[in-house]
T-cell receptor
Framework: AQKITQTQPGMFVQEKEAVTLDCTYDTSDQSYGLFWYKQPSSGEMIFLIY??????QNATEGRYSLNFQKARKSANLVISASQLGDSAMYFCAMREGNYGGSQGNLIFGKGTKLSVKP | ETGVTQTPRHLVMGMTNKKSLKCEQH?????MYWYKQSAKKPLELMFVYSLEERVENNSVPSRFSPECPNSSHLFLHLHTLQPEDSALYLC??????????????FGSGTRLTVV
């Protein structure tokens, strides 16, 4: 079973509009971390935002916010006021547990390709 | 520049060649990672080093051999690769393997083509 599911292979959004990229995860751990990364065509993975499983508030970083619904095991990324430079692949990732286990093992989804239209 | 530098950016090698990928981080991090990104597949963790010691090896074939001489440098030595090993190889670093809110910092990757 997939640990991280991103159901949208590709998304289009009009410049200046908001867009939501979906991510659901599967874990039996009580403590885990959720990440979103952006990968432009250059290949570099750029860290966007982090949500800890015990964080009560949804994480926000500038135009990025994470809509964390723990009971539904979803961690959707919301990008407000889309810009042309937001066109890229977006990956949701999870790290299970704080200590031990698969140390440092970030499990990635297959990604969503976002295209921003002018 | 993210603080994690990978060289070369592109590499084409024959199946009988031996080559090495290099990763260097200037962030003072103690953990470094190799990930493989194949087309239409999720990123796969290959190796994890914490304080220069390998702490995880996800059943990677022996034709991939990592080396971490110090906390700032990580190598991936390649020999007798197969065409299916063609992929983007990403290096990453983090403060430590227990980091919670720290994002992993990735390099730009090496695009490897095996012919």
């Amino acid at each position: 079973a997939q640990k991280i599911t991103q159901t949208q292979p590709g998304m289009f959004v009009q410049e200046k509009e908001a867009v939501t990229l979906d991510c659901t995860y599967d874990t039996s751990d009580q403590s885990y971390g959720l990440f979103w990364y952006k990968q432009p065509s250059s290949g570099e993975m750029i860290f966007l935002i982090y949500q800890g499983s015990y964080d009560e508030q949804n994480a926000t970083e500038g135009r990025y916010s994470l809509n964390f619904q723990k009971a539904r095991k979803s961690a959707n990324l919301v990008i407000s006021a889309s810009q042309l430079g937001d066109s890229a692949m977006y990956f949701c990732a999870m790290r299970e547990g704080n200590y031990g286990g698969s140390q440092g093992n970030l499990i990635f989804g297959k990604g969503t390709k976002l295209s921003v239209k002018p | 520049e993210t603080g994690v530098t990978q060289t070369p950016r592109h590499l084409v090698m024959g199946m009988t060649n031996k080559k090495s990928l290099k990763c260097e981080q200037h962030l003072g991090h103690n953990a470094m990672y190799w990930y493989k990104q194949s087309a239409k597949k999720p990123l796969e963790l290959m190796f994890v080093y914490s304080l220069e010691e390998r702490v995880e090896n996800n059943s990677v074939p022996s034709r991939f051999s990592p080396e971490c001489p110090n906390s700032s440098h990580l190598f991936l030595h390649l020999h007798t690769l197969q065409p299916e090993d063609s992929a983007l190889y990403l290096c990453a670093s983090s403060q430590d393997v227990y980091g919670e809110s720290f994002g992993y910092t990735f390099g730009s990757g090496t695009r490897l083509t095996v012919v």
